[in-house]
C-alpha cells in the first residue's frame, strides 16, 4: 500500500498531480488499492472524480472546486459534462481504448478543444460529430509530436514580420500557439459572458469562434484568425485521417461521408455508377 | 580534413528523373559513373503503407526537411525576402528519385510554338506583342530536333495516351493506350466536343496496362487507388526513376549511388570542373570526388545555388540584365478554374489516378489568336480524377460557410458531386523575377539559401481569366447545377498549395551572351559541366514540365557521350 503524507502546505512536488496540499498518488495504485479494499469495480468506474471523492485527501475534507472542474467524464468522451450522459455505462466488456488519455493538453484544454471542435463540425442527422468522432484526441497527440514542434520547419531567427504572400513569420511553435489560443478562449469567454467557454451555449460558443476567425479579439502574441484556422484544419484532419491517429474513431468519419478508406483497387468500379465501398483502414493493411 | 577519392568517369549531383536517366544511359555504354544523392535510399517496399492521407500529402512525408534548407521569397526587389518557414506553394522532394517519386505523373510534350516562342510570337503579331520587360526567348532547339528524345521518354516510361490534335507531330504512338473513360470523364468529352473543342485522353504515366520497356523493365498496371501526388507507389505502375531507369544503371555494374550525400560545392581549376565537394550527412565527413565530366540534376534551386556558391558562370544582374546565372525564373499559372456543383449526381471521385484524365489544347501556345488579346500563350484545360481524399477535399459553394452545422452538412452532400476543371497555365519570364543567394538566411551547412524575386503580372493575370472563363463554360456545358470560377488571381503567395513546377535559372538557348547552357545542356563557359533539368526552360510551357524534363536528359546524356569522345563544345 501507497505510503503518503499530506503536505501541510500548499507545495507542490515532483509526485504531486495537481491536488492542493494533497499527495499525488497514481490512480492505478488507487485502482488497485480499491480492488482490494472492497473486491469489485472495474478500472473503467475508477476514476480521479471518484478517488478524489473517496480518498479523503481533500483539504479540510471538503474537494476544492477547482481541481475537480476539468475531469473528463470517461466512456463516453462526446458527452458535455454535467450533462445526464456523463455516467459511463455498465457494461464492462467494452474493450478499452488505450488511446483516449492525454498526451499533452490538460484536462482543461482537452475541454475547451473539444467544446470547440464540436462547432466547427457538430452531430447532425448525417452522424457523428467531432467530439464523438475522438478529434480533440487526435489534436493532444498531434501536439504532443513533431507538428506540435514545428519540427521539419524553418524556424531559423532573424524573425521579421512579413507581407500576408510571405507566409508564416512567427516564431511560436503550434503547441505555444493552441496553449496561448485556448486560455484566449478561456478569458474571452469569461470576459464577454462572465462563464467558461464550456459552459457557454452552442451559440455563444460560435460566437467566440467568429470572433477569433474575424480577428475581432485584440491579441498581441498570436493571430487569432491563425490560431482558428489550424483549429478548423485539425478539425478535418481529426475527423478524416485513418483512425490510427485517434480520430475517425472507428472509421465512422469515412462512413459518414462514404469515403472507403485505403483500398488496394478501384479497377472494378471506374466506369460504373457511384459505389459505395464498406471503408477499410491501414491497420487491414498489415 | 578532406578526404579525396579516386577519380571516376562522371559524377551526376541528385538522382531524379535527369539524374536516373543520364546515369542510365551513361553506364549502359560502358561509363562509371557515381550518383551522389543528399536524401535517403528508396525502394517500392518503402511505399507499402502509403495510402495515408495525413503523413503523406499534410505531414509531407516524403518531401526536404525545411529545417535544414528551404528558400527565402519575396514579390519585389522593394521588399526584404523572407524564408518559407512552412510549405505552402510547392512542394521540394527528398531521397532518391526526387520528384520523379511524388509527382503525379502527367506527361506532355510542349508545343512547337515554345521552343521557338520569341520569333513565332513577333513574326505573328510584331515586336510590340511581347512588354519590354518580358524576356522571352527562342530555346536554341526546335520540337522537331527534340521530338526522338521526348519519344525516347515516353517508351521508357510506358506512357498511356492518345494523339493530341492540336500537338506538334509524333514520330509513334504512345507505347500503351489512354486509361480508362469515367463517366465523368465521358462527360467532359461530350461537352468539349459540342463546344467545337479537340479533347483527348491526358497522357498518363500511370501505367494502363502491364508494360515492359526497351530496357526491359516490366510494371504492373496501375490500381486507379487514388494515393498519386505526394505518395510512391506501391505497385510500381506510376513511372518513378526508383522502378525504372536506376534499376538498369545498377544492372550494368558501373553505377554507384551515394546516399546522405549533400554536394556542396563543384570544384574547377582554369575553366574546367574537376570534381565536386561533398559532406556524408551520417558522418559529417567532407569528400572530394574527382570526376571527368560533371552533372547537377539536383532540383531547380539546388542546381542554382551550386553555380552560384561555386562561382561558375556570370550570375544574373536584374539591373543591366546582363549574366545569366538566376535568370529566367518562372513557375506555373495554376489558380484559374472552374467547378461545377453537381445536385443530382454523385461520381465515384475517391477513386483516380494521379494522370487520368482527359485535356484539350486549344486555348494553349499560339493554337488561338491573340490579336485582340493582352496576354500571349495559353495553357492546357484538363479534368484530372486524381482521387479526392477527404481531408483535402470539403470544397463547398462560395456561399457556404466554411465551418459549423451548415458546412458539414454541404461537404457530406458535395463529396462526389464536385468536377474541377483547371489549367495549367503558361508562366512568362520577366526582367525582375529570378534567383540568386539570400543575403541573410543559411541553410544547415551555413551556405546561403535561395532567394526567389516573382510575382504575377498582368500577363498571368490575363491568361488566368481568359483560361478560366474557358473552363466554366465546359463545365456548364457539362450538366453543373452551380459553376464557380476564377475571379482574378491576386498577387502570387507562397501559402497556397499551387504547383511544384519552378522552372529556369540555367536557361538554355542559342548564344552565351543570354543563355547558360547550350542545347545539350553543356555549361558555355565549363565544357565539361552539364546541368539539365526544369532549371533549362527559357519560360515554362502550358504543361506539367516532367515530359520536356525527361526529353532534356536523354538529350544531354547523347551530349555527355559525344563530349566523353571527342571533347569540346558540342554546340
Known amino acids: ?286 | 580534413m578532406v578526404k579525396k577519392l579516386p577519380k571516376v568517369d562522371v559524377v551526376v549531383v541528385g538522382v531524379g528523373w535527369a539524374g536516373g536517366i543520364i546515369a542510365a544511359e551513361l553506364t549502359k555504354n560502358g561509363l562509371n559513373v557515381v550518383g551522389l544523392e543528399r536524401g535517403r535510399e528508396r525502394t517500392t517496399e518503402d511505399y507499402f503503407m502509403v495510402h495515408d492521407e495525413l503523413r503523406y500529402s499534410l505531414r509531407y512525408e516524403i518531401f526536404q526537411d525545411l529545417s535544414r534548407d528551404t528558400i527565402t521569397f519575396r514579390g519585389n526587389e522593394k521588399i526584404r525576402a523572407l524564408p518559407m518557414r512552412q510549405y505552402g506553394s510547392f512542394l521540394m522532394g527528398d531521397g532518391l528519385g526526387g520528384a520523379g517519386v511524388h509527382w503525379n505523373g502527367q506527361t506532355f510534350r510542349f508545343l512547337p510554338y515554345d521552343f521557338q516562342i520569341r520569333s513565332m510570337t513577333e513574326e505573328r503579331y510584331g515586336k510590340s506583342k511581347i512588354p519590354e520587360d518580358m524576356t522571352l526567348q527562342d530555346w536554341g532547339i526546335t520540337y522537331d530536333e527534340l521530338e526522338p528524345y521526348y519519344d525516347k521518354f515516353e517508351k521508357m516510361a510506358g506512357i498511356s495516351g492518345e494523339a493530341n490534335p492540336l500537338g506538334g507531330k509524333r514520330s509513334s504512338d504512345y507505347p500503351t493506350p489512354p486509361m480508362v473513360k469515367t463517366p465523368n470523364i465521358k462527360l467532359f468529352e461530350e461537352a468539349a466536343k459540342k463546344l467545337g473543342l479537340h479533347p483527348y485522353m491526358a497522357p498518363s504515366a500511370n501505367l494502363s496496362e502491364a508494360y515492359t520497356n526497351p530496357d526491359g523493365i516490366s510494371r504492373a498496371a496501375c490500381q486507379y487507388c487514388g494515393f498519386c501526388e505526394r505518395y510512391g507507389c506501391e505497385y510500381g505502375a506510376k513511372a518513378d526513376p526508383v522502378v525504372t531507369v536506376i534499376p538498369v544503371a545498377k544492372k550494368t555494374g558501373k553505377f554507384e549511388i551515394r546516399t546522405h550525400s549533400n554536394v556542396r560545392r563543384v570544384l574547377h581549376t582554369d575553366g574546367r570542373a574537376t570534381g565536386v565537394l561533398y559532406i556524408d550527412t551520417t558522418t559529417g565527413e567532407e569528400i572530394e570526388q574527382p570526376a571527368d565530366v560533371v552533372v547537377l540534376t539536383a532540383y531547380v534551386f539546388h542546381n542554382v545555388k551550386l553555380l552560384l556558391t561555386s562561382g561558375i558562370g556570370t550570375p544574373y544582374d536584374p539591373k543591366t540584365g546582363k549574366g545569366v546565372i538566376g535568370k529566367n525564373y518562372a513557375y506555373q499559372v495554376q489558380k484559374g478554374s472552374a467547378a461545377g456543383f453537381f445536385e443530382d449526381v454523385q461520381f465515384n471521385l475517391y477513386a483516380g489516378a494521379g494522370a487520368l484524365g482527359i485535356c484539350l489544347d486549344d486555348y494553349n501556345g499560339d493554337n488561338f489568336d491573340h490579336s485582340d488579346l493582352n496576354f500571349i500563350h495559353g495553357g492546357n484545360i484538363r479534368h484530372h480524377q486524381t482521387g479526392q481524399r477527404p481531408i483535402q477535399n470539403n470544397k463547398v459553394p462560395a456561399d457556404s460557410p466554411k465551418w459549423g452545422a451548415e458546412f458539414k452538412k454541404n461537404s457530406l452532400k458535395y463529396a462526389y458531386s464536385v468536377i474541377n476543371v483547371g489549367l495549367q497555365g503558361a508562366s512568362m519570364p520577366y526582367r525582375h523575377h529570378y534567383l540568386d543567394l539570400d543575403p541573410t538566411y543559411k541553410d544547415e551547412f551555413g551556405d546561403p539559401l535561395v532567394r526567389i524575386t516573382f510575382d504575377f503580372e498582368e500577363q498571368d493575370r490575363q491568361l488566368a481569366k481568359f483560361i478560366s472563363d474557358r473552363c466554366a463554360e465546359i463545365v456548364r456545358e457539362m450538366g453543373a447545377n452551380l459553376v464557380e470560377s476564377l475571379k482574378e488571381l491576386g498577387p502570387y503567395e507562397i501559402t497556397t498549395y499551387q504547383s511544384t513546377h519552378n522552372t529556369g535559372g540555367v536557361i538554355m538557348g542559342a548564344s552565351p551572351d543570354t543563355s547558360a547552357v547550350n542545347n545539350y545542356l553543356q555549361m558555355w563557359d565549363m565544357e565539361n559541366l552539364f546541368v539539365v533539368g526544369a532549371v533549362n526552360f527559357a519560360h515554362n510551357g502550358g504543361y506539367n514540365p516532367n515530359g520536356t524534363v525527361g526529353a532534356l536528359a536523354y538529350r544531354a546524356a547523347e551530349g555527355i557521350l559525344n563530349y566523353t569522345k571527342n571533347g569540346g563544345l558540342l554546340v
Not at chain 1, 475537480?68 to 470517461?74: D, E, S
Not at chain 1, 455498465?90 to 482543461?108: G, H, R, S
Not at chain 1, 467566440?208 to 491579441?219: I, S, Y
Not at chain 1, 478539425?235 to 461521408?257: C, F, H, I, S
Open chain 1, 1 to 286: 500500500m501507497y505510503e503518503c503524507t499530506v503536505v501541510g502546505d500548499n507545495t507542490r512536488t515532483e509526485s504531486n498531480y495537481g491536488l492542493l496540499g494533497g499527495c499525488g498518488v497514481s490512480e492505478q495504485a488507487t485502482e488497485q488499492q480499491n480492488k482490494q479494499q472492497d473486491g469489485s469495480g472495474s478500472s473503467q468506474t475508477m476514476s480521479r472524480r471518484k478517488f478524489l471523492a473517496n480518498a479523503g485527501y481533500a483539504v479540510g475534507g471538503a474537494v476544492v472546486g477547482g481541481v475537480l472542474g476539468y475531469l473528463v467524464p470517461k466512456g463516453n468522451v462526446g458527452a458535455v459534462p454535467g450533462s445526464p450522459d456523463t455516467q459511463p455505462p455498465a457494461n464492462n466488456n467494452a474493450p478499452v481504448n488505450y488511446n483516449e488519455a492525454l498526451m499533452f493538453f490538460t484536462q482543461e484544454q482537452f475541454l475547451i478543444t473539444q467544446a470547440a471542435v464540436e462547432r466547427i463540425f457538430p452531430a447532425d442527422e448525417n452522424g457523428p460529430g467531432a467530439a464523438e468522432l475522438g478529434v480533440a484526441f487526435y489534436i493532444d497527440h498531434q501536439l504532443a509530436g513533431d507538428w506540435g514542434f514545428n519540427a521539419r520547419e524553418y524556424m531559423q531567427p532573424p524573425f521579421f514580420v512579413g507581407e500576408k504572400t510571405q507566409g508564416y513569420q512567427g516564431r511560436l511553435r503550434r503547441r505555444e500557439i493552441f496553449y496561448i489560443g485556448l486560455r484566449e478562449m478561456q478569458n474571452y469567454s469569461q470576459a464577454t459572458y462572465g462563464k467558461s467557454f464550456v459552459s457557454l451555449s452552442p451559440e455563444e460558443q460560435d460566437a467566440v469562434l467568429t470572433a477569433f476567425q474575424k480577428d475581432e479579439v485584440n491579441l498581441t502574441t498570436i493571430s487569432p484568425s491563425g490560431f482558428f484556422n489550424m483549429l478548423r484544419s485539425a478539425t478535418l484532419e481529426g475527423v478524416y485521417a485513418d483512425p490510427l491517429y485517434g480520430g475517425n474513431k472507428n472509421m465512422q468519419g469515412w462512413v459518414m461521408r462514404k469515403y472507403p478508406g485505403s483500398q488496394m483497387s478501384y479497377t472494378q468500379i471506374m466506369d460504373k455508377e457511384f459505389t459505395v465501398l464498406e471503408p477499410k483502414s491501414l491497420r487491414d493493411h498489415l
